[in-house]
């Protein structure tokens, strides 16, 4: 039932990003029009989404939740980093390719499958697992990408997005609430995070000339490992480990730190790849197709967990 209700929820995301894509190729915005879009998104919405999240009573019941989440986001994130060198040693790829392995959209993506399936309760602990994620972004993935051996803290503890979740956990942890008018607009900007991510995505699809593919004929090894290989591994580890008897609603906590972690690749990969100097094109094609397949991937290892 609820690889069939996350088929039906990430069927109706792929709408929003055909009408992204339609608005583009109808010549009434351009691709690159996205940015602002994306600004949005990164500067007022995710930081929305990340302290309203936290909007909760504490109890004794969600902190021994919010601990299983921080533990799951731990293993989940540390086995595909682990797991994604290993693949580029064996599978001789390049940086772009390891990260795009490594690092899921765990975001944009599924914060609001959480949001639709589970209700608005359950993406605080989306957050947890976005939070680590987002630090992991900025030291490992970045040196990765770079080749630089140097972390930029003070990047690391200006993002908005760190300092919008850690505000979040102090309003949690000392159970203070904004004020109604604040908090309410903070949901109401929180609620269109899936619209925009996924227009932006459409918008991003337009101008990508699909015929390049062909260039990329390695393209398969990442597509393949970010979206099966590495998805049944962390499905077997899931499933096996034990972890879900560690807190209340474990199997659910669970089923979410997994859809976080087999979701398509990061777009921070393209955006690094950007900064870099490394193959942006290539990180964005992987990205596109990956996005693409997810609708049928996704469920069918939510299927393989719940068997």
């Not at 799951?72 to 086995?79: D, E, K």
């Not at 593919?213 to 049944?232: A, D, F, G, H």
């Amino acid at each position: 039932m609820l690889n069939l209700l996350l088929f039906q929820q990430i069927a109706k995301l792929f709408i929003l990003i055909f009408l992204g894509w339609a608005i583009v190729r109808a010549g009434i915005l351009k691709s690159e029009d996205s940015k602002t879009l994306s600004m949005i998104l990164l500067y007022i919405i995710t930081p929305c989404v990340c302290i309203s999240g936290f909007q909760v009573e504490r109890t004794a019941e969600n902190s021994q939740m919010v601990e299983l989440a921080l533990l799951s986001a731990l293993v989940m994130n540390g086995l595909c980093i682990l797991l994604g060198a290993l693949a580029a040693r064996l599978f001789h790829l390049d940086v772009v390719e390891e990260a795009s392995i490594q690092y899921p959209n765990a975001g944009n993506l599924i914060i609001p499958l959480v949001s639709f399936i589970f209700g608005s309760e359950w993406v605080m602990y989306v957050t947890v697992y976005a939070m680590i994620q987002t630090i992991l972004d900025w030291t490992h993935a970045r040196i990765l990408i770079s080749g630089k051996r140097k972390i930029s803290l003070r990047d690391l503890i200006c993002n908005v997005n760190i300092l919008a979740i850690m505000l979040g956990l102090f309003l949690f942890i000392f159970q203070l609430r904004l004020p109604t008018v604040i908090g309410s607009a903070f949901s109401m900007a929180g609620d269109t995070i899936g619209p925009v991510a996924m227009l932006i995505i459409g918008m991003l699809m337009a101008g990508i000339d699909m015929q390049r593919l062909r260039s990329y004929r390695q393209i398969w090894k990442p597509v393949l490992l970010r979206l099966i290989v590495l998805p049944v591994f962390l499905v077997c580890v899931a499933k096996y480990s034990g972890l879900a008897a560690l807190a209340p609603h474990g199997e659910t906590l669970i089923i979410i730190s997994l859809l976080s972690a087999v979701a398509p690749s990061a777009s921070i990969v393209t955006q690094f790849s950007q900064m870099f100097g490394r193959d942006a094109l290539y990180a964005s094609l992987i990205n596109t197709v990956t996005m693409l397949l997810c609708i049928i991937t996704m469920p069918l290892m939510i299927t393989l967990f719940q068997m």
